[in-house]
T-cell receptor, first 116, second 116 residues
């Protein structure tokens, strides 16, 4: 039990489908993140939310749409994905204090997404 | 540009021996934090150890220690007395002060295999 729960753990979807990934954290943190982990590539930061406000979008295609209704929940809405979007999508949370460097991120177990 | 470099795609170590995983980084920000994470086959990222750029001493956490050489911009992870359960992917990450404290960037990772 990591305190950060992601559902589903595995997802197979067609290129015309619409699906959503869900992340929930039970740690009382105020920042949440989406990362993409592809084979043989470093983890890529996709989106950051601080106190429900999006503070970073790392040039992510619009077929990925994040939503943060409250500081405990984070969604990643997916539509018209491509096969190259197949990856492990990791959610993380942290307790952010302005300009403190040592706040580690706590990760969920990820959603293994396959686009067919 | 890649800020975090892990030059060892894979490492092997005999059980009960020590192993060093390399990490070099690049930043012009005097304030930054360095993190090491472990990712077992289950997928979740587990925080191991943190080193701040202004910390005078090398960080230690149980069997994990960080060999921090600031002038060389390296932050190698040392695992002592390796156990079979240490087999996993290991990622080095950095958070820079000037980019704010939400942007944690990861290296490509090193796959460690502990042999019995």
């Amino acid at each position: 039990e990591t305190g950060v729960t992601q559902t589903p753990r595995h997802l197979v979807m067609g290129m015309t489908n619409k699906k959503s990934l869900k992340c929930e954290q039970h740690l009382g943190h105020n920042a949440m993140y989406w990362y993409k982990q592809s084979a043989k590539k470093p983890l890529e930061l996709m989106f950051v939310y601080n106190f429900k406000e999006q503070t970073e979008n790392n040039s992510v295609p619009s077929r990925f749409s994040p939503e943060c209704p409250n500081s405990s929940h984070l969604f990643l809405h997916l539509h018209t994905l491509q096969p190259e979007d197949s990856a492990l999508y990791l959610c993380a949370s942290s307790q952010e204090v302005l300009r403190r460097m040592n706040t580690e991120a706590f990760f969920g177990q990820g959603t293994r997404l396959t686009v067919v | 540009a890649q800020k975090i470099t892990q030059t060892q795609p894979g490492m092997f170590v005999q059980e009960k021996e020590a192993v060093t995983l390399d990490c070099t980084y690049d930043t012009s920000d005097p304030s930054y934090g360095l993190f090491w994470y472990k990712q077992p086959s289950s997928g979740e990222m587990i925080f191991l150890i943190y080193q701040g750029s202004y910390d005078q001493q090398n960080a230690t956490e149980g069997r994990y220690s960080l060999n921090f050489q600031k002038a060389r911009k390296s932050a190698n992870l040392v695992i002592s007395a390796s156990q079979l359960g240490d087999s996993a992917m290991y990622f080095c990450a950095m958070r820079e002060g000037k980019r704010g404290n939400n942007d944690m960037r990861f290296g490509a990772g090193t796959r460690l295999t502990v042999k019995p």
